[in-house]
């Protein structure tokens, strides 16, 4: 279970990653940039 978590978090940064590189509005950079340390974060501090 724990696998498929981390699976869908890592999908989630991707996803996030993706639109922060196609995005060319600082704002909605900032934003995602901001979604993708979030998830980071909890993909690599989950026990």
Excluded: C, D, S
């Excluded at 981390?6 to 995602?32: D, N, S």
């Amino acid at each position: 279970m724990r696998y498929i978590y981390h699976l869908i978090v890592l999908y989630l940064t991707l996803q996030a990653a993706w639109y922060l590189v196609q995005e060319r509005i600082f704002w909605k950079q900032a934003g995602a940039a901001l979604v993708l340390v979030l998830l980071l974060l909890r993909l690599f501090l989950v026990k």
